[in-house]
């Protein structure tokens, strides 16, 4: 089998798997308990907050587990917004779990302002100032666009929102950004920050928010006052371990030149397909994924069809999958042709170069057969 879906979740690295063993079957202890079992799994888990921050140039205090990503941004999105006055603003291209947040807030009468995006998938970022004021309070862009790979300048973006009003919370998804490009939070300035374990290679279920010292945050789940009060619930220390031993080995493996020169040889086989768009082609992209689209086919059909030759790819993102059409493509101005023919693919710091070869192959014929309607 040939996988290249690896933005919309990693095959669990071996050196996970055995953290989660250790854990469940020898620390599986309560981290709040204080007898030795409980303090080893304490310890456990401050060895991994103290990994995973030192990756993101946080301190350890600044990173909070959640359950997933998901979960990060309903926090940062709902707490961020904390007094609900004044005004939110988020980027048109935000991955549901912000995006949906955002308009249920709407929903519930608050101001909340859409910035536009470009056709890469990018926020415009001449409309994201223009709908920022001195009543803003929240702002959230993505890092990385799980759509289309592109890079939204965090920094840039922060400094300038914060120039309007220095008190903008400024909040970044990260989860496409971690561990594929700058995530230094130092470095980008920004309040809040969500990663999310199973993007590299850690299982599903783990997440963290990053939340910087300098600002005054609220919990969003109560109860036991686990993760120094602001995050209750017993944690879990096997996904939390295994997040950090995961990371380690992303770390480890991920080459940056080396997924350069995949891209490079990705983008010639794609350019051999009839009617080929490759989406945000020129935006500053991780090279992690890459977004394209063969006019006149049918993504769904052509992913069944690679699947049955053992090629797995993706279609824009599995969770939007869920409700039919692309947002992110539809508001970054694509026509519904172009939509209904997006595929994505996505890879992993070990992904091969026949691999590619191979999947771009089977990608182009499978086109052609669709093309010329000539399946089975
Ligand atoms: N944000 C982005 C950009 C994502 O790509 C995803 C998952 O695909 C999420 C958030 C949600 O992460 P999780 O699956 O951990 O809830």
Sequence with gaps: ????????????????????????????????????????????ISEARTTLASMLECRPEELYFTSCATESNNWAV???FRNKKGNIVVGGGEHSSVYECA??????????????????????ADSLLSVTDRNTCFVSVMHVSNETGAINDIAALTKAVKAKNPKIIFHADGVQAFLKTDCSVKRSGVDLYSISGHKTGAPKGIGALFVSSKMSFRPFIFGGGQENGMR???????????????AKKYR????????KELNSVLLCE?????????????????????????????????????????????RGSACSSRHGGNRVLSEAGFDARTIDGALRLSLSPETQKEEIIKAVAVIAANIEKLRGNRIG
Excluded: H, W
Aim: with cysteine; proline share 3%; charged share 20%.
């Design 1 to 44: 089998m040939i996988y290249l879906d690896n933005a919309a979740t990693m095959p669990v690295y071996k050196e996970a798997v055995e953290a989660i063993n250790q854990v469940l079957t020898a620390d599986f202890y309560n981290p709040s308990s204080t007898y030795p079992g409980g303090i080893r799994a304490k310890k456990l």
């Design 78 to 80: 709902n707490c961020g």
């Design 103 to 124: 308009k249920e807030l709407k929903n519930k009468g608050f101001d909340v302002r859409f910035a536009k995006i470009d056709s890469s998938g990018l926020v415009n």
């Design 232 to 246: 209750s619930g017993t944690e879990n220390v096997s996904g939390i371990v295994a997040f950090a031993a995961a």
């Design 252 to 259: 480890e493996l991920f080459d940056a030149g080396r997924i």
């Design 270 to 314: 794609l350019k051999k397909i009839e009617r080929m768009t490759v989406i945000a082609e020129t935006a500053p992209r991780t090279g992690m994924i890459t977004s394209f689209s063969a006019a006149g086919t049918k993504s769904e059909i052509i992913q069944s069809m690679c699947a049955d030759e053992g090629v797995i790819i993706g």
